[in-house]
């Protein structure tokens, strides 16, 4: 009898000392602010493990990159980015971003032990060194998208957002969402604009708006946890602001006065002037043609690049092609040379129809056209027409 009460007390003792290990594992959703570089600018995710028991209080990050790898920015323009999961101490991370004046921002996940071992588990098996490095992609597979889709794998039953996660929303889009969260950063917001083509304005679901930390901190704090016997616990138990810099996105902002339309407006003014001058004189001031289609034919080798190559899913098809093309460039020599001849280019001759229609139908074209590419395309349109002209009166004589 004393041998069976003894076995039993130490079989109570070895579950209760196992279940207190287990309670004493915290796994949170850290929430990152934006920050002032164009790769900040959608705030970061990132997932916080605790074991009182062990001491251990990590982080793991799903966003860590490479600048120094072997043509990263060839590679990124391709889609061909490899990101990694990482993991550090909570102290040296909580510090990071203190340094950088970003706040975080921690979301208890409120899961049973038997949840909480699988999700560090799922951890700990993703930061294995042949599993750790993935394919990243900034829409589809990020430092959002992982964390997400770790946690839903680990809950016992289903994870029920407050609102249908698959159903598309009219005035939602990936351009759209990349305006709000660049807002302030007018450059950057103009550079992402023109490399997105139309696949950007197709609307899209709530699920797929959670590509975005913000986003998915918001979608969280409204789940529950639906049980297989049906139930209901809220997925996240508490929220706190770890790290508090007194920053506020407006701090992050650009205070840039010459932004993208004021800058393509001024050229707009500069090249009307120009023209002008050069129609009193008869003179062709080719020099200016220089300068605007090699620019224009530069801009458009990197998007036809971006449409041909690129395995972004979001920047093709792209209708800016008609005003930026690689044809401006490859065809300047002839260009020039006619111009300097004082013959009439045909290739300039097409250029303002194309050029024509597009402005006039750039409210039916299936893609938002940025405001800034209107006195971009009328540059090049009023070179164009001013030269044919000029060529014509010099014919005519």
Partial sequence: MRRIVGLLTLLILTVGVRAEAKDSIRLSLLTCDAGEEIYTLFGHSAIRYQHRGKGIDMVFNYGL???????????????????????????RFAAEYAWYGRDVVEQELNLNPEEKERLVAALEENYLP?????????????????PRDQIERAVTGDIRYAQPMESLLANVTYRTLLHRYSEGHPWSRFGMDLCMGSEADRPITRR??????????????????????STERPLVCSERRLVQTGLTAADHRSDDILTPDVCAWLLLVVVIGCTWYGFSKRRPLWGIDLVLFLAAGTAGCILAFLVLFSQHPAVSPNYL?????????FCLPCLLRRVAKGKISRYLVANIVILTLFIILKGVIPQEIPPTVVPLAGCLLLRSAYQVILAKQKASK
């Fill in 208 to 229: 797929a708006m959670m590509f975005v930390p913000f986003l998915l901190h918001d979608a969280l704090a409204q789940a529950v946890i639906l049980g297989n016997d």
């Fill in 130 to 146: 042949q599993n750790r490095v993935y394919r990243y992609n900034f829409f589809y597979d990020n430092c959002a998208t992982r």
């Fill in 65 to 91: 990159f490479n600048f120094g790898a072997p043509n990263f920015i060839l590679r990124f323009a391709l889609g061909e980015t490899d990101y990694q999961l990482g993991m550090t101490t909570y102290d």
């Fill in 321 to 329: 092609l008609w005003v930026f093309h690689p044809l401006h460039l």
